[in-house]
């Protein structure tokens, strides 16, 4: 529910403001993101303390989403969770946006390097991950798909800072960049050194910046005007990644990052 909250108060205030916006539409797509953050079925009253909206008019966009097929009332509990439609369309998504030709190309890399994977891209202020590939070691780092991240101290987020179009004007956008660890970089400076280097090099290193004892190593998606798509990131606890390693396993994910863009169709932009 938080992330639907936050969402409500953030990007849909935003978008509302911006004429021949439908409310209307708004409402109801907060509704189902609210639904599709959850961890189970929600409640009427639940939904609409998330999106801030009166209980009727949540139930009024509630039923209308049953009656075509985005959302399923279960009868035993008068809850509500997402329907066949919703279903369908995430898959529609999935084949259009192109992630049914990356999932393939990310579950390679996990098989090669034993490492976690995922895709991360930009989302105002923050990173989204929509695709990931979990370890199969016994100790991993676990990123469900829909976590949201900080930009300043992973190393997906640093790709999609290095690699805009304007790095420091967006490092100053951030503002005061939140320390998580005692290596969080927290100087706007020394982050828009640090990613120049990453511009050059074409890849960006995270080791304990936002959680201490993981490591990341990430390259950037690369549309074919250059603009940048996504990150691509290994994760993995430092002792498995030391400094030599990184070396190994920068190659690997700037060529997958590569293979990635070449097989998005042209012009794509999440």
Not at 58 to 64: A, K, M, P
Not at 184 to 212: D, H, K, W
Not at 228 to 238: C, D, H, M, S, T
């Given at each position: 529910?938080?992330?639907?909250l936050?969402?409500?108060?953030?990007?849909?205030?935003?978008v509302?403001?911006v004429?021949?916006?439908?409310?209307a539409?708004?409402?109801?797509?907060?509704?189902?993101?609210?639904l599709r953050?959850?961890d189970?079925?929600?409640?009427?009253?639940?939904?609409a303390?998330?999106?801030?909206l009166?209980?009727?008019?949540?139930h009024r966009i509630?039923r209308?989403?049953?009656v075509?097929g985005?959302v399923?009332?279960?009868?035993?509990?008068?809850?509500?969770?997402l329907?066949?439609e919703a279903?369908?369309?995430?898959?529609a998504?999935?084949?259009?946006?192109g992630?049914?030709?990356?999932l393939?190309?990310l579950?390679?890399?996990?098989?090669d390097?034993?490492?976690?994977?995922?895709l991360?891209v930009?989302d105002?202020?923050e990173?989204?991950?929509?695709?990931?590939?979990?370890s199969s070691?016994?100790l991993?780092f676990?990123?469900p798909?829909?976590?949201?991240?900080?930009l300043?101290?992973t190393?997906?987020?640093?790709?999609?800072?290095?690699?805009g179009p304007?790095p420091?004007?967006?490092?100053g956008?951030?503002g005061?960049?939140e320390?998580y660890?005692s290596?969080?970089v927290t100087?706007?400076?020394?982050?828009?050194?640090e990613?120049r280097?990453?511009?050059?090099?074409?890849?960006?290193?995270?080791?304990g910046e936002?959680?201490?004892?993981?490591?990341?190593?990430?390259?950037p998606?690369?549309?074919s005007?250059?603009a940048?798509?996504?990150?691509?990131?290994?994760q993995?606890p430092?002792?498995?990644?030391?400094?030599?390693?990184v070396?190994?396993l920068?190659?690997?994910?700037?060529?997958?990052?590569?293979?990635?863009?070449?097989?998005?169709p042209?012009?794509?932009?999440?």
């Amino acid at each position: 529910m938080a992330d639907g909250l936050s969402w409500r108060k953030g990007r849909s205030e935003d978008v509302g403001r911006v004429p021949g916006v439908s409310q209307a539409i708004l409402r109801a797509l907060s509704v189902l993101r609210a639904l599709r953050t959850a961890d189970g079925e929600l409640g009427v009253a639940e939904i609409a303390r998330g999106v801030e909206l009166p209980t009727t008019t949540v139930h009024r966009i509630l039923r209308t989403l049953v009656v075509a097929g985005y959302v399923v009332q279960n009868a035993a509990t008068e809850r509500y969770h997402l329907g066949r439609e919703a279903y369908l369309l995430g898959r529609a998504v999935a084949a259009s946006l192109g992630f049914d030709a990356a999932l393939p190309l990310l579950e390679k890399l996990s098989a090669d390097t034993g490492e976690s994977v995922n895709l991360v891209v930009r989302d105002g202020a923050e990173g989204l991950v929509v695709l990931r590939i979990e370890s199969s070691q016994p100790l991993r780092f676990t990123q469900p798909v829909g976590t949201r991240i900080p930009l300043h101290c992973t190393s997906s987020g640093k790709v999609l800072l290095a690699f805009g179009p304007d790095p420091e004007a967006d490092v100053g956008s951030l503002g005061l960049l939140e320390r998580y660890t005692s290596d969080t970089v927290t100087s706007s400076a020394t982050l828009v050194e640090e990613l120049r280097t990453i511009r050059r090099q074409r890849y960006s290193v995270n080791r304990g910046e936002r959680i201490p004892g993981v490591c990341g190593v990430a390259a950037p998606v690369l549309g074919s005007d250059g603009a940048v798509i996504a990150g691509l990131a290994v994760q993995g606890p430092e002792f498995r990644i030391p400094v030599d390693r990184v070396e190994e396993l920068a190659p690997k994910v700037i060529g997958v990052a590569q293979a990635i863009a070449d097989a998005l169709p042209i012009g794509y932009h999440i």
